[in-house]
């Protein structure tokens, strides 16, 4: 379910809490329900969820997102149903568990034929056709943006207004970047031992137009976000009328476990000649 076609899903929050060093302590992730209209200062109605359900007795569904399907354990009734009363329709919870999907960037996928446009885009990545493998993620596992784009966006808007970066959905924040915008030609980049291929563009849909405290369509210039950067950020000619904001990536794992921690210093250590080209279909 995606924000962009059910707008409530705005309105569900969630926080993570590990797995301890008791080997039945799995960890577990709270999903928090907040009304529309109240504020994030509020009690919200929680409901407690394992990272690591037991799934022997869990019957296996289908599931397909966008052009890249795969199998998933469907969650016990309790879960699908505290969902389903606040949608305010049925709804199932499913839980990957070890699945995975085929990337669906085409040059990514070898169950897809090269053509001339990915080979281009696999040169300027410096890639090879290895097969990336992705979770319940739209495209990749990790979407970087920048603040100083951010800014960029919020100049839009009236002032005094300030855009949202959780509307863009990013789970690493990039800041100091001395331009709006250069991180169109990011190829990598690099965190504490940690080397990020910036493989895509992040093309964007009418998601970033949601109130998030509504879960609606927002009113006034917010609601209309879309359409602004509509006016000079549809840079990507594999994604001409979507605009574009970050850049889906992929980690390249050299050794062990790596921690990533807010104020980690972030260096740039490949700048694309030219801007990548979006290859798949299914988002243009």
Not at 38 to 44: H, V
Not at 59 to 88: C, N
Not at 142 to 162: C, F, M, N, Q
Request: proline letters at 4%; aromatic letters at 10%.
């Amino acid at each position: 379910m995606a924000v962009a076609n059910f707008n409530e899903m705005s309105l569900f929050l969630t926080s993570i809490t590990y797995p301890g060093e008791d080997e039945a302590d799995g960890g577990t992730i709270a999903v928090s329900y907040r009304s529309p209209g109240k504020t994030s200062s509020e009690t919200f109605d929680t409901l407690d969820i394992p990272l690591q359900p037991d799934t022997k007795d869990l019957e296996t569904i289908e599931v397909a997102m966008h052009d890249s399907p795969t199998k998933a354990f469907e969650m016990a009734a309790q879960y699908s149903s505290w969902f389903s009363s606040r949608f305010g329709y049925e709804v199932v919870l499913a839980y990957l568990g070890s699945n995975l999907r085929n990337v669906l960037f085409q040059e990514m996928n070898p169950t897809t034929r090269t053509s001339w446009l990915s080979s281009v885009a696999s040169g300027i990545l410096g890639g090879s056709n290895k097969g990336e493998k992705i979770t319940f993620s739209d495209c990749s596992p990790y979407l970087i943006t920048s603040k100083t784009s951010l800014a960029d966006v919020s100049a839009r808007l009236p002032e005094g207004e300030e855009m949202d970066m959780t509307k863009f959905r990013p789970n690493i924040v990039v800041e100091g970047a001395d331009q709006a915008w250069e991180e169109d030609y990011w190829g990598k980049i690099s965190m504490n031992d940690a080397e990020f291929t910036c493989a895509h563009n992040c093309v964007r849909c009418s998601s970033i137009n949601v109130d998030y405290a509504t879960g609606k369509p927002a009113e006034g210039e917010a609601g209309s976000v879309l359409k602004k950067l509509q006016r000079d950020r549809r840079i990507d000619a594999g994604a001409k009328w979507s605009p574009v904001f970050g850049r889906y990536s992929f980690l390249n794992v050299k050794h062990g476990h790596l921690v990533l921690k807010v104020g980690n210093e972030v260096n740039v250590t490949q700048v694309n000649p030219e801007r990548t080209i979006f290859s798949w279909k299914g988002l243009g």
